[in-house]
């Protein structure tokens, strides 16, 4: 009935052993990766390269083109943290009602469609945002402030990544329920049979809030759990971060268009940091769903005012490191020094806290004091920090000028391990950069570290010992959220009980992992990010209970006899 | 490592034919059931039977017994339908704080367990609750005022098939995500391999308010679905209806205790009608996620209260019919008239809005006049209510007072097409019984028939035609909710059409059914309960959206090198 020309078939033809490829990882969650996962992996990646810097550099001080329904005014206030001019593109403005009008009209089309069909469209989205991907690296270069090698591999191919994952969900759980199922029963002496249909009903227009610092990661996956599940989609993007989403809103509109669908199911939304609309949008009566990344503050207004919308977020809390114990120092304090570093931690994921027991860590059969802990792993961020060759490739740059007063009235609370100071940046003199703050902290000071603390910064906690830092850090998780805890630990019995504290606190473990894999990195089809069982967010990433909601199955039954032909 | 002796996988293999049958009929949606459909052919029924009405009667006038922890005192008021007497049976009462703790204490040994023992355990309490289904159809008939017959189908057999389709559903979405993985990829030239395990965590406490007039059929596929996913649960069943609430809690217990398990992970809190707990319950700062059946309007207050808790929510709203056309009119009357005298209306899935065009119904070429349609539709509602024997089999007897209130509050503000007496039943003199009111309004009475009546009372709406017959429907649906629709046409252009604007409305429909079957049955495995759509409640039994929050996933991961032997 839906799938009227061969193009269609054609079209979930193209991308049926990618797809399949993709929904057995999901269910063995095994390393898989249609891309290459590195931009010097691409063929002609230097030409490539440069054909974004160019068209990046076209782009600045221009009306960004997108068409829009409701476009009301042109709004662009995004600076560059790594020339610290502004960019000066201006985007539409559009009136949210408009908005919302718009993708009420174009749902209905999108939602006749079969799961199939919807599914391979939104794969030849991602086919075209990979295509984009060096040119939406760079968007998200300079106005996240992610290092080149970041804006490629996090928020480009990892995130398309999540967003195929996201599609697998989606469709798992849309294709759980058959389209049509026989019944037949007996009724006394009578047989009633009933031919039943069963559709798939999508929510409404889906609302999705994009963050400052990593825009794409999140946002793509759920746009995808969004779009395949038939319900529009609304981006908000961040005022600070809005390029990465707009050139990702004209690529699905532009894809969908070129499928005979209404582009109006991918909308832009933007407000200034003066005139929010984020409050409007969450309470708009025609918001069915929200997908919220960003502030824990307001993530935690979203989750209690979002009612009778479906509310997905993902905030921040405390990641937490526990020391008790291990066969090689340095190989933990070089893995944790160059994750504190990463993106200068303006990661959900990034480490924060670290509780370290008084009488210091085990190596082996050796006590290494804590004192010396400290300062070897000082010494390692400082390593980093001090090279500007290193700090450009990790430490990046630093998205927003608040994050620098931060750390400020942070150094001043608490003993100084490691000052952050700004570093110069080898191919960008005004960057924005600072180097990593580290404090040394006792638990009386606790309000210092109960929360995160977005930038670089990190708290050594001296714990009484491994079973304090233990419950202190799992309690600290538990009261303010948490999304990534780590822990190295030589007891298989301790490893146990962390195990076990840490489900129960709703953070994801890694144990003693050292090695060139930055401790934070979340694998796409293999990683849940985010529990929802704390403050950190109540969506999980990508499960089923991330998607079976955001459509609902309605069902007509009819006697067989009295079926059409 | 959790399977610790055999007779664990004894119990497994025990249940594992009836779950994997259950498995498949959930996937494909045929009929199935491993339950006997009626009483009389279940062996030994009558005498069955009449052990099941001796020990309801010496239940009488004495105190429930059933342990549970925190008990305050005792209540219990509830009234027999069938007798106008007090059942004079005393519940304990608990103190709510009390429950939720002794369920915080059970809920980790319970989710240690795999999800196959946990669902296996709970098969066993379906035995448990099949061995004493008739005396629990007692306890329906004489507090809810069911049939026998249907005390023993819809709140017995039926009831007991939507547990075990819950218990799929939880176990489908547990299933989905491995116990382990095995991750390895490259980062620059070192080969990063990780041994990875995914924990399913429950939420915690759950609450399920249970109704007056049909108690089981959906608290025990909601106290499953919270159950098989790890949850313990408070039941708070309403004052009116306690015996068939009283009588589960105490068979999961013990099948629970029998099984090594905490008892303490299914308790009973009971309040009065002049003390209500169920605001108390919902702000509980333990309640993790709640079940709700009952009133549109408490309902909607659970909705709104329940965060940070889940909420699933089952209430009432409009049941409309839609007349058009149709090849044997008597046969859609006659269909239309049992269901509509179908336990008095008092179910949630009861027709009670009947849409009818101004020009009649065309019935095969010729048009029946509207006036002669409704006055043919009274005369079949009256044969039934007139005749003792069919309507104590098919009417029942009327579960609370206010609902004859209300009857005659209606019947004094419309035309009335037949109207409602009580009727002597043939073996309880002293039964609460109504027949059903018929009223004949026109769309400018719609106050009158926008939201449930609840009871025996249907309207006959005039229409302009079948268009707006349609259009006033799903209208009313949209407007105020509701869980089934029915259509009757010849007309397949019209049907396609009455099948989307249901979909879009949210509404489960049936069309041209005539026959025995009765027009709401729902079936377990094959028919969802409730879209979510509308105001008629916000979840549908059973999909994977009523179990993939119940529980979420943690994980750890380690380098595979570094895993115990």
């Known amino acids: 009935?839906?799938?009227?020309?061969?193009?269609?078939?054609?079209?979930?033809?193209?991308?049926?052993?990618?797809?399949?490829?993709?929904?057995?990882?999901?269910?063995?969650?095994?390393?898989?990766?249609?891309?290459?996962?590195?931009?010097?992996?691409?063929?002609?990646?230097?030409?490539?390269?440069?054909?974004?810097?160019?068209?990046?550099?076209?782009?600045?001080?221009?009306?960004?083109?997108?068409?829009?329904?409701?476009?009301?005014?042109?709004?662009?206030?995004?600076?560059?943290?790594?020339?610290?001019?502004?960019?000066?593109?201006?985007?539409?403005?559009?009136?949210?009602?408009?908005?919302?009008?718009?993708?009420?009209?174009?749902?209905?089309?999108?939602?006749?469609?079969?799961?199939?069909?919807?599914?391979?469209?939104?794969?030849?989205?991602?086919?075209?945002?990979?295509?984009?991907?060096?040119?939406?690296?760079?968007?998200?270069?300079?106005?996240?402030?992610?290092?080149?090698?970041?804006?490629?591999?996090?928020?480009?191919?990892?995130?398309?990544?999540?967003?195929?994952?996201?599609?697998?969900?989606?469709?798992?759980?849309?294709?759980?329920?058959?389209?049509?199922?026989?019944?037949?029963?007996?009724?006394?002496?009578?047989?009633?049979?009933?031919?039943?249909?069963?559709?798939?009903?999508?929510?409404?227009?889906?609302?999705?809030?994009?963050?400052?610092?990593?825009?794409?990661?999140?946002?793509?996956?759920?746009?995808?759990?969004?779009?395949?599940?038939?319900?529009?989609?609304?981006?908000?993007?961040?005022?600070?971060?809005?390029?990465?989403?707009?050139?990702?809103?004209?690529?699905?509109?532009?894809?969908?268009?070129?499928?005979?669908?209404?582009?109006?199911?991918?909308?832009?939304?933007?407000?200034?940091?003066?005139e929010p609309l984020g409050k409007v949008l969450v309470n708009h009566p025609k918001t069915a769903i929200i997908d919220f990344t960003g502030s824990a503050q307001f993530g935690s207004w979203v989750e209690q005012n979002a009612h009778p919308a479906l509310c997905f977020t993902e905030t921040a809390g405390v990641n937490t490191v526990v020391l008790d114990s291990c066969e090689d120092l340095d190989a933990v304090i070089r893995s944790l020094a160059t994750t504190l570093c990463m993106f200068s931690a303006q990661m959900c994921t990034s480490p924060q806290n670290i509780y370290l027991p008084r009488q210091g860590v085990r190596e082996g059969d050796r006590w290494v004091p804590a004192g010396e802990v400290r300062q070897r792993l000082a010494d390692a961020v400082y390593a980093i920090a001090s090279n500007p060759r290193k700090a450009a490739m990790i430490l990046a740059t630093i998205q927003s000028p608040d994050t620098e007063q931060l750390l400020d009235q942070l150094a001043a609370q608490a003993d100084v391990l490691l000052p952050s100071e700004s570093y110069e940046h080898p191919d960008y003199p005004d960057a924005r950069t600072r180097t990593p703050l580290m404090l040394s902290v006792n638990t009386s000071q606790r309000d210092l570290y109960l929360g995160e603390r977005f930038g670089p910064v990190s708290f050594v906690i001296e714990c009484e010992d491994a079973q304090d830092a233990l419950s202190q850090a799992t309690r600290d998780v538990r009261e303010v959220g948490g999304l990534t805890a780590f822990l190295y630990s030589s007891d298989e019995a301790f490893i146990e009980q962390a195990e076990q504290a840490y489900a129960n606190a709703g953070a994801q473990l890694t144990i003693n992992l050292t090695g060139p894999m930055p401790l934070n990195f979340a694998a796409a089809y293999s990683d849940f990010h985010v529990t929802g069982l704390n403050a950190a967010g109540n969506a999980s990433l990508t499960e089923l209970g991330f998607v079976a909601q955001r459509f609902r199955i309605t069902q007509s039954r009819r006697p067989s006899s009295n079926m059409p032909r």
């Open 1 to 274: 009935m839906l799938e009227k020309g061969s193009w269609l078939m054609d079209l979930i033809a193209k991308h049926k052993a990618r797809f399949d490829a993709a929904r057995k990882a999901c269910r063995e969650r095994f390393h898989w990766s249609p891309f290459p996962e590195a931009p010097a992996l691409v063929e002609n990646s230097e030409a490539l390269g440069k054909a974004a810097d160019e068209t990046f550099a076209g782009q600045l001080n221009k009306a960004f083109e997108l068409e829009l329904p409701g476009i009301v005014d042109t709004v662009g206030d995004e600076i560059s943290p790594y020339t610290g001019k502004p960019l000066g593109i201006t985007y539409p403005r559009c009136n949210p009602d408009v908005l919302f009008d718009a993708a009420e009209r174009a749902l209905p089309a999108w939602a006749a469609l079969t799961p199939e069909l919807r599914v391979a469209i939104l794969m030849d989205v991602i086919d075209a945002l990979e295509k984009q991907v060096f040119l939406i690296a760079r968007a998200v270069m300079h106005t996240a402030g992610q290092s080149p090698n970041m804006s490629f591999t996090g928020s480009g191919v990892n995130a398309l990544d999540r967003a195929i994952e996201a599609l697998v969900y989606a469709y798992e759980a849309m294709r759980f329920t058959p389209n049509t199922a026989h019944w037949e029963r007996q009724f006394g002496k009578a047989t009633i049979s009933l031919g039943k249909t069963y559709r798939l009903v999508p929510r409404g227009t889906a609302v999705c809030f994009a963050c400052a610092s990593f825009p794409t990661w999140n946002a793509w996956p759920s746009m995808m759990a969004s779009l395949a599940t038939g319900n529009p989609v609304i981006v908000k993007p961040h005022p600070g971060s809005v390029l990465p989403m707009a050139l990702t809103v004209r690529c699905f509109r532009d894809v969908l268009a070129a499928h005979g669908q209404s582009p109006d199911l991918v909308t832009l939304q933007l407000d200034t940091r003066d």
